[in-house]
């Protein structure tokens, strides 16, 4: 079989990257974990109160179990370290189950909450325009984003490409929230909490 012309091929503008695959994304490392939507605000921790006994337990049992490294880097701060909400998605149900937790530092949750990692450098926060961060945030967790999984600067925007398409997708249903079975059996005091 004959290819046609030059002039009638599609040709790939010179920047754009190879689409990813959900298995070449899934096997990142570090990669952004883009909430849908529908579910912003709606997490374990707000439903607990940030600053109540429960949510603190299971902080301080995060940073005990991880001896207080980061899960992506294994980075250590005394101060600014993050108990990440570890979510799996059924896209065919439409349903978040809370899988976990994970101590994670702030470079690394920049990149694991990438799309509010944009928003904060471009100053749009859940619809209320603030002062920009600046373009070197988001710079930065691109950077980082690259440097762990030590994938080049194209491999980085096709990833962040599948990532924004996978939230666009997801953030067109409703969702129901669910804590795992091993989560509620491992802090008893979470079954009776509605999410």
Not at 1 to 25: D, L
Not at 110 to 121: C, D, K, Q, R, Y
Not at 142 to 161: E, Q, W, Y
Request: charged share 25%.
């Amino acid at each position: 079989m004959r290819k046609p012309p030059a002039s009638r091929r599609k040709r790939r503008k010179p920047n754009t990257p190879s689409p990813m695959t959900r298995g070449e994304f899934n096997s990142l490392n570090l990669k952004p974990e883009l909430v849908p939507a529908p579910l912003w605000g709606r997490n374990l921790r707000h439903a607990l109160g940030p600053k109540g006994k429960k949510w603190e337990t299971i902080r301080q049992d995060t940073i005990a179990s991880s001896e207080g490294k980061c899960a992506y880097c294994g980075a250590h701060y005394e101060k600014g370290m993050i108990c990440h909400e570890v979510w799996q998605y059924d896209d065919a149900k439409h349903v978040a189950t809370l899988t976990g937790f994970q101590l994670v530092c702030r470079d690394c949750s920049a990149v694991v909450h990438f799309g509010f990692t944009t928003m904060l450098g471009t100053g749009f926060v859940l619809q209320k325009p603030r002062a920009p961060l600046g373009l070197n945030l988001i710079g930065t967790a691109n950077a980082r984003f690259i440097t762990l999984n030590r994938i080049s600067g194209a491999k980085a925007d096709a990833a962040l490409a599948f990532a924004f398409k996978q939230h666009s997708e997801r953030s067109r249903h409703s969702w129901q929230l669910r804590l795992s079975p091993a989560v509620v059996a491992k802090y008893p005091f979470l079954a009776d909490v509605r999410l």
